[in-house]
C-alpha cells in the first residue's frame, strides 16, 4: 500500500469520529462535514511531509474545527489562528481534545451522529443513504451503484434526506441512560437495513452491493467499541458476520440463488465465522437475550454444522419459537415452518404453513415454501400452482430461477 | 534467544482495508515468513480477531471481574504477533523491518521471551 492510498484509509477510518466531534462543536450537520472535508486536505498536505498524527481523528476534529473557526473569524477581521504545522500532534491543545474524544462525550457524539440518519420521517432507503454519505463517507457515486440508480436521483435523495434532518430538532444533551438504550436500539436497526439492502440483492448485483455489507459489519465494530458490554450490538454484528460468511457460496456462476443445504461450505469465510462465534459466545453470557442474538444463534447452528445433514434442525426449531415470541411475525413462523420440515417432516410444516396464507400471500417465500412442502407430499397439481404465484411474486431473477428448477423437477416426475 | 514480536496498529484503519488490500499484506508477509521458516527461525505466529470479540478477566478483585472488551483502551491495538528465533536484538530488527516493510503503519514491539511452553495444540 502507498502512502497516499495509507493515508486515503486512515481518514475513512477517523471519519466517524472526527465528524461527530465536529457535530456536537458546531451543531449544524454542512458546516461540521465542510470542517472534516477541509481538515482532510490539510492532512493530505502536511501527513506526508510531518507524518501522520498519532490519533488521527483527535488531529481532524481539531483541525477542523479551528479552520472553520479561522473562517468565521477572518471574516470578523480578528487575529488569525496559527497555521495547523505549527501545532505539534502532541501539543497541549490536542491532548485536551483527544482526551475529550475519548471520553464519555465522544461515544454519544458518534451515536448522534448515527441517530439523526435514523430519523423517523425519514423512509428507510433515505435513512440508508444517508448513513452510508455522512457516517461512512461513501461517494454519491458509490451509493448509487448500490442502489442501483442513477447519481443524479442518489444526489436528490440524499439533499432531500439531509434538508428533512436539518428541519428536525436534534438535541445535542448528552442522553439519559433510557434515552441511550433507545438511540442505540434505534441505531442497531439502522445498521441492520444497510446490511440486508446488501445481502437481499439478488447474484448479478451482489458484487456491486456487497460493500454495504460490509460498511454495516464495520458500522456494529464501531458500536460495540464505544459499547461494549452490549449483548445485543454483539448479537447484531455476530448475526451479520455469520452470514456475510456464506457470501461466496450463496450464488452459482449464472448468479441463481444456493440454498444454504446446497452451499459448498468450503467456500464460507472461516475468520468471519470465528468472529461472530466468538461475539455470540460473549453476548450469550449477559443473560440478557433478544431478537438479534438470537437469530445469530440459528446462524451459529448452521455455520457449525459441517454438513447440511448435521443441521441441529431441533434446536433451530426452539430459537425460531423463542423469537415468535419475541417478535411475533409470520415471517418468523415461516421460518420456523422449515425447521419443522426436517424434523417431522412436510405434512407437520404444512399444517404450519397454511394458516400464514391471509397474512402472506403477497410473499415469495410463502409460496416458494409451501410449493416444496406440496411438492414433497406428492400433491403435483397444488405444487405447480404455488410454484407459479412463487415466480409472480418473486423480485429478482436469481428467485425465479429457483423456483423454476422446482417445476423442471415437478414436469419431468 | 527467542523473541516476541507484538504487532500493534489501529484496529480501525486494519479493519477498514479492502479485502484485496488485506489480501495484498497477508501475501507480502507470507513471502517473508516462508523464509524465516526455511531458516528455522519462525515460531507460531497469529494474527488475532478485532479486539471486539476480546474478553478482560481483572483479577485485582476478588472475584475477579469479567468485562468485555480488550484490556486496556489504546490509540493501537494487540492484533497479532510472532514468535522468532535470533541471534540477537539486531536480527530482530532486521526481521521486524522486512515485516513491516510489508504491512506499513503501526508499530512492533520487540519484547525477548523468558520462558516457552509448547503445549502442542493447534487450532
Same mark, same amino acid.
Given at each position: 500500500?502507498?502512502?497516499?492510498?495509507?493515508?486515503?484509509?486512515?481518514?475513512?477510518?477517523?471519519?466517524?469520529?472526527?465528524?461527530?466531534?465536529?457535530?456536537?462543536?458546531?451543531?449544524?450537520?454542512?458546516?461540521?462535514?465542510?470542517? !472534516? *472535508?477541509?481538515?482532510?486536505?490539510?492532512?493530505?498536505?502536511?501527513?506526508? *511531509?510531518?507524518?501522520?498524527?498519532?490519533?488521527?481523528?483527535?488531529?481532524?476534529?481539531?483541525?477542523?474545527?479551528?479552520?472553520?473557526?479561522?473562517?468565521?473569524?477572518?471574516?470578523?477581521?480578528?487575529?488569525?489562528?496559527?497555521?495547523?504545522?505549527?501545532? +505539534?500532534?502532541?501539543?497541549?491543545?490536542?491532548?485536551?481534545?483527544?482526551?475529550?474524544?475519548?471520553?464519555?462525550?465522544?461515544?454519544?457524539?458518534?451515536? %448522534?451522529?448515527? !441517530?439523526?440518519?435514523?430519523?423517523?420521517?425519514?423512509?428507510?432507503?433515505?435513512?440508508?443513504?444517508?448513513?452510508?454519505?455522512?457516517?461512512?463517507?461513501? +461517494? @454519491?457515486?458509490?451509493?448509487?451503484?448500490?442502489?442501483?440508480?442513477?447519481?443524479?436521483?442518489?444526489? *436528490?435523495?440524499?439533499?432531500?434526506?439531509?434538508? %428533512?434532518?436539518?428541519?428536525?430538532? @436534534?438535541?445535542?444533551?448528552?442522553?439519559?441512560? @433510557?434515552?441511550?438504550?433507545?438511540?442505540?436500539?434505534?441505531?442497531?436497526?439502522?445498521?441492520?437495513?444497510? !446490511?440486508?439492502?446488501?445481502? +437481499?440483492?439478488?447474484?448479478?448485483? +451482489?458484487?456491486?452491493?456487497?460493500?454495504?455489507?460490509?460498511?454495516?459489519?464495520?458500522?456494529?465494530?464501531?458500536?460495540?467499541?464505544? !459499547?461494549?458490554?452490549?449483548?445485543?450490538?454483539?448479537?447484531?454484528?455476530?448475526?451479520?458476520?455469520?452470514? &456475510?460468511?456464506?457470501?461466496?457460496?450463496?450464488?452459482?456462476?449464472?448468479?441463481?440463488?444456493?440454498?444454504?443445504?446446497?452451499?459448498?461450505?468450503?467456500?464460507?469465510?472461516?475468520?468471519?465465522?470465528?468472529?461472530?462465534?466468538?461475539?455470540?459466545?460473549?453476548?450469550?453470557?449477559?443473560?440478557?437475550?433478544?431478537?438479534?442474538?438470537?437469530?445469530?444463534?440459528?446462524?451459529?447452528? &448452521?455455520?457449525?454444522?459441517?454438513?447440511?445433514?448435521?443441521?441441529?434442525?431441533?434446536?433451530?426449531?426452539?430459537?425460531?419459537?423463542?423469537?415468535?415470541?419475541?417478535?411475533?411475525?409470520?415471517?418468523?413462523?415461516?421460518?420456523?415452518? @422449515?425447521?419443522?420440515?426436517?424434523?417431522?417432516?412436510?405434512?407437520?410444516?404444512?399444517?404450519?404453513?397454511?394458516?400464514?396464507?391471509?397474512?402472506?400471500?403477497?410473499?415469495?417465500?410463502?409460496?416458494?415454501?409451501?410449493?416444496?412442502?406440496?411438492?414433497?407430499?406428492?400433491?403435483?397439481?397444488?405444487?405447480?400452482?404455488?410454484?407459479?404465484?412463487?415466480?409472480?411474486?418473486?423480485?429478482?431473477?436469481?428467485?425465479?430461477?429457483?423456483?423454476?428448477?422446482?417445476?423442471?423437477?415437478?414436469?419431468?416426475? | 534467544?527467542?523473541? /516476541?514480536?507484538?504487532?500493534?496498529?489501529?484496529?480501525?484503519?486494519?479493519?477498514?482495508?479492502?479485502?484485496?488490500?488485506?489480501?495484498?499484506?497477508?501475501?507480502?508477509?507470507?513471502?517473508?515468513?516462508?523464509?524465516? /521458516? =526455511?531458516?528455522?527461525?519462525?515460531?507460531?505466529?497469529?494474527?488475532?480477531?478485532?479486539?471486539?470479540?476480546?474478553?478482560?478477566?481483572?483479577?485485582?478483585?476478588?472475584?475477579?471481574?469479567?468485562?468485555?472488551?480488550?484490556? /486496556?483502551?489504546?490509540?493501537?491495538?494487540?492484533?497479532?504477533?510472532?514468535?522468532?528465533?535470533?541471534?540477537?536484538?539486531?536480527?530482530?530488527?532486521?526481521?521486524? =523491518?522486512?515485516?513491516? /516493510?510489508?504491512?506499513?503503519?503501526?508499530?512492533?514491539?520487540? =519484547?525477548?521471551?523468558?520462558?516457552?511452553?509448547?503445549?502442542?495444540?493447534?487450532?
Amino acid at each position: 500500500m502507498d502512502e497516499a492510498r495509507w493515508i486515503g484509509t486512515t481518514l475513512a477510518a477517523a471519519r466517524p469520529q472526527a465528524l461527530a466531534a465536529l457535530l456536537r462543536y458546531f451543531r449544524d450537520l454542512d458546516l461540521a462535514e465542510e470542517a !472534516f *472535508q477541509e481538515a482532510c486536505l490539510r492532512a493530505l498536505r502536511t501527513w506526508p *511531509q510531518n507524518g501522520p498524527p498519532r490519533d488521527a481523528a483527535a488531529w481532524l476534529a481539531f483541525v477542523g474545527r479551528n479552520v472553520a473557526l479561522d473562517t468565521v473569524r477572518r471574516r470578523a477581521k480578528q487575529t488569525e489562528l496559527p497555521p495547523e504545522e505549527a501545532l +505539534s500532534d502532541t501539543g497541549d491543545a490536542e491532548a485536551e481534545i483527544a482526551e475529550r474524544l475519548d471520553g464519555a462525550d465522544y461515544r454519544d457524539d458518534v451515536l %448522534r451522529l448515527l !441517530f439523526i440518519c435514523c430519523h423517523p420521517d425519514l423512509p428507510t432507503t433515505q435513512q440508508i443513504a444517508l448513513a452510508l454519505r455522512i457516517v461512512s463517507g461513501l +461517494s @454519491v457515486r458509490q451509493i448509487a451503484r448500490a442502489f442501483l440508480v442513477t447519481e443524479a436521483a442518489m444526489e *436528490q435523495r440524499i439533499t432531500r434526506a439531509k434538508a %428533512r434532518i436539518g428541519k428536525a430538532d @436534534v438535541p445535542f444533551e448528552p442522553p439519559g441512560p @433510557v434515552e441511550r438504550a433507545e438511540r442505540l436500539g434505534v441505531v442497531a436497526a439502522m445498521v441492520y437495513l444497510v !446490511f440486508n439492502e446488501g445481502y +437481499s440483492a439478488a447474484g448479478d448485483t +451482489s458484487a456491486a452491493r456487497e460493500p454495504l455489507c460490509e460498511e454495516a459489519i464495520r458500522l456494529a465494530r464501531l458500536l460495540l467499541r464505544l !459499547f461494549p458490554a452490549e449483548p445485543e450490538v454483539m448479537g447484531l454484528a455476530a448475526l451479520m458476520l455469520l452470514q &456475510h460468511a456464506r457470501a461466496g457460496a450463496r450464488f452459482d456462476a449464472d448468479g441463481a440463488t444456493i440454498l444454504l443445504d446446497r452451499q459448498d461450505r468450503a467456500l464460507w469465510n472461516r475468520p468471519m465465522i470465528a468472529e461472530g462465534l466468538a461475539l455470540l459466545d460473549k453476548a450469550m453470557r449477559h443473560r440478557r437475550p433478544g431478537p438479534y442474538q438470537v437469530q445469530a444463534a440459528i446462524a451459529a447452528l &448452521h455455520a457449525r454444522a459441517p454438513a447440511a445433514e448435521d443441521t441441529d434442525w431441533a434446536q433451530i426449531e426452539l430459537l425460531y419459537g423463542t423469537l415468535e415470541i419475541m417478535q411475533p411475525s409470520p415471517v418468523v413462523t415461516l421460518n420456523r415452518a @422449515v425447521a419443522v420440515a426436517k424434523l417431522r417432516g412436510p405434512e407437520a410444516a404444512l399444517a404450519l404453513v397454511e394458516p400464514l396464507g391471509d397474512k402472506l400471500a403477497g410473499y415469495f417465500h410463502y409460496h416458494g415454501l409451501r410449493g416444496a412442502l406440496l411438492m414433497q407430499l406428492g400433491r403435483t397439481r397444488e405444487a405447480r400452482e404455488g410454484f407459479m404465484t412463487a415466480i409472480g411474486l418473486a423480485t429478482t431473477a436469481a428467485e425465479a430461477a429457483h423456483i423454476r428448477t422446482h417445476l423442471d423437477g415437478l414436469s419431468q416426475g | 534467544m527467542f523473541y /516476541a514480536l507484538l504487532c500493534y496498529h489501529q484496529e480501525d484503519v486494519v479493519c477498514a482495508w479492502t479485502k484485496e488490500e488485506d489480501d495484498a499484506v497477508m501475501r507480502k508477509l507470507a513471502v517473508v515468513q516462508e523464509r524465516l /521458516a =526455511r531458516e528455522g527461525r519462525l515460531g507460531p505466529v497469529a494474527r488475532l480477531l478485532p479486539t471486539t470479540a476480546a474478553t478482560t478477566l481483572r483479577k485485582d478483585q476478588d472475584p475477579p471481574l469479567v468485562l468485555d472488551g480488550p484490556f /486496556a483502551e489504546t490509540k493501537e491495538q494487540l492484533l497479532g504477533f510472532y514468535l522468532l528465533d535470533c541471534e540477537n536484538l539486531e536480527e530482530a530488527l532486521g526481521i521486524a =523491518r522486512e515485516l513491516g /516493510a510489508a504491512n506499513p503503519g503501526g508499530s512492533y514491539e520487540i =519484547r525477548p521471551v523468558g520462558l516457552f511452553v509448547d503445549g502442542g495444540a493447534r487450532p
